[in-house]
Structure formats: structure tokens, C-alpha cells
């Protein structure tokens, strides 16, 4: 069965650091990839998508993510986060069996 | 703007009623998806349909049913609500290329 894997469950981190949130998924045909981010009392919006082609993939916010298909891996990154970076991010994966899964989600907690 | 709407946004049952939580979309889309997202737990997916009258089941779906009788509508019905029940139930509707989600209701079975 198709599953989502995040690594960490809670990060903590001061402003201007970097962050890279691990995501492993189990599908061996095809899947396009997302990272979703679920702000304080707000929505789930989507940050960010793979399909096809260019494995590093950019997003809104300066979020990045690269996809690594021989490690089934989908990592997402910036390169200096700020205070409005906290949040819960969620990895997702949609494949040929419709199903649209999800990882158990990252809090990241970023400190002023 | 794409639009999913859900019923309600709060919602509180007692024990042992049936519970109807409705999601619409605006966007003709084939796919729609109901999840329920707990603390720890993330979003776990309780049904979903790739088409009108279609439905399957997601990783939880034990004490839940859903119905698609209209494509841009997708019910997820629990027969006899249980306080494991209270949680956060977000609808989605999308493509394999781009979901979207509702606001949410949250749901205490008390």
C-alpha cells in the first residue's frame, strides 16, 4: 500500500536558519508529489508540486523541495526561515490508484 | 478562485446519532477525498471517489460511509457518532495534479 513518511515530528529553529524537512514515500509507479502547509487557523494551501522533469522543484515563499527517485525521497527546503515559517508542513502523494496520501505532518516552530 | 465549501464549521452530537458532513466543489473536478486530521496523527484518509457513485476506501474507514450521487458533491455519513469520532474532517476535490481543501469542521461527539 501506498504510504507517506515524514521524519521529524517537531522542529524548533531561531529566524534566518535554514530548514529541511525529510519525506519518504513507498509507491512504485508513478506519483506526483506535494507539499502542503497548514498555517495557525488557516486552510491547508499547497507549497509546492512534482510531476515530471526538473527534480528540484520551487514553490511559493522560498520553499524548495528536490525529489530523489532511487531514495523514494522528496525533502523540502529553505535556505533562511523566518518567523511566518511556523507552521505545520504535510508531504503528500497522489499515484495511479487515486488515492491522495498523507504524512503525519512537521510542526516547525521558528524562534524570533 | 476554486471553492470547497463544507457544511458546517462546527458541530457537536451526542452518542449514537447519525452524523451527515457535506462538501461541495465548484471546480468539475473527478476526484474528492475526506480526511480527518488529528494532533500526531495528520491527515488520514477515510474514503475517496474518482467518480460519480464511486467510492473506496481510504486507510480508516471503519464507522464511516460516503455518497456521490452528484459529481460536485461528496457526503461522508457516520451511522452512530462516537466520542473517537471528534476530530477535524477536511474535504478535498482535485486532479492527480492539484487538490483543494475546505475549511474544515470540527466535529465533538459528546
Known amino acids: 500500500a501506498q504510504s507517506v513518511s515524514q521524519h521529524n515530528h517537531h522542529v524548533i529553529l531561531s529566524e534566518a536558519a535554514s530548514l529541511e524537512l525529510g519525506c519518504n514515500y513507498s509507491?512504485?509507479?508513478?506519483?506526483?508529489l506535494f507539499w502542503y502547509v497548514q498555517y495557525p487557523g488557516q486552510h491547508l494551501q499547497l507549497l509546492l508540486k512534482?510531476?515530471?522533469?526538473?527534480?528540484l522543484v520551487k514553490g511559493i515563499k522560498g520553499f524548495e523541495a528536490e525529489f530523489i527517485k532511487s531514495k523514494f525521497s522528496f525533502n523540502l527546503r529553505k535556505p533562511s526561515v523566518q518567523w511566518s515559517d511556523t507552521a505545520e508542513y504535510f508531504c503528500?502523494?497522489?499515484?495511479?490508484?487515486?488515492?491522495?496520501?498523507f504524512g503525519a505532518g512537521t510542526t516547525v516552530t521558528v524562534r524570533a | 478562485d476554486v471553492k470547497v465549501t463544507q457544511s458546517s464549521r462546527y458541530l457537536v452530537k451526542r452518542t449514537g446519532e447519525k452524523v451527515f458532513l457535506e462538501c461541495v466543489q465548484d471546480?468539475?473536478?473527478?476526484?474528492m477525498f475526506w480526511y480527518r486530521q488529528d494532533p500526531g496523527l495528520g491527515l488520514r484518509l477515510i474514503y475517496f471517489?474518482?467518480?460519480?457513485?464511486?467510492?473506496e476506501k481510504g486507510d480508516i474507514p471503519e464507522g464511516y460511509s460516503v455518497s456521490r450521487e452528484k459529481k460536485e458533491r461528496f457526503s461522508l455519513i457516520l451511522e452512530s457518532a462516537s466520542t473517537n469520532q471528534t476530530s477535524m474532517y477536511l474535504c478535498?476535490?482535485?486532479?492527480?495534479?492539484?487538490?483543494?481543501f475546505g475549511p474544515g469542521t470540527r466535529l465533538t461527539v459528546t
Open positions: 471546480m468539475d473536478h473527478e476526484n
Open positions: 478535498a476535490s482535485g486532479t492527480s495534479y492539484e487538490q483543494y
Open positions: 509507491y512504485g509507479g508513478t506519483v506526483n
Open positions: 512534482y510531476f515530471s522533469g526538473d527534480p
Open positions: 503528500a502523494a497522489f499515484g495511479n490508484d487515486y488515492k491522495l496520501s
Open positions: 471517489s474518482y467518480d460519480v457513485k464511486m467510492k
